[in-house]
Nanobody, 125 residues
Framework: QVHLVESGGGLVQAGDSLRLYCAASGQTFITYAMAWFRQAPGKEREFVAAISWTGGTTNYLDSVKGRFTISRDNVQKMVYLDMTNLKPEDTAIYYC??????????????????WGQGTQVTVSS
């Protein structure tokens, strides 16, 4: 089991960049796959990006490909989401998630058993 805490959210303008942070605790973090999801008001939670435990495999929501990059630092127990060219439709609460299935990058939320509390990202037009 890992404990996750997100940070880095904020209010930005369309076209701006933002980096989200996910700090993990737990000795088994290095074996976990990690992901970012988001949920906009009135909408279902949506997969954004995932990265395998080695960092060698990533997966992205089509609408963020080329704009968002997920990465991880297994020594610091951190996961990052670098977001560029932000759009108003990216506005949501962003959640960090972890799965003990280290090689997975599946977008199905049921794959991910540990969740953070979320960080708000608001993109104004």
């Amino acid at each position: 089991q890992v404990h996750l805490v997100e940070s880095g959210g904020g209010l930005v303008q369309a076209g701006d960049s933002l980096r989200l942070y996910c700090a993990a605790s737990g000795q088994t973090f290095i074996t976990y796959a990690m992901a970012w999801f988001r949920q906009a008001p009135g909408k279902e939670r949506e997969f954004v990006a995932a990265i395998s435990w080695t960092g060698g495999t990533t997966n992205y929501l089509d609408s963020v490909k080329g704009r968002f990059t997920i990465s991880r630092d297994n020594v610091q127990k951190m996961v990052y989401l670098d977001m560029t060219n932000l759009k108003p439709e990216d506005t949501a609460i962003y959640y960090c998630a972890a799965s003990p299935l280290g090689s997975t990058t599946e977008p199905d939320s049921y794959t991910w058993g540990s969740w953070g509390q979320g960080t708000q990202v608001t993109v104004s037009s």
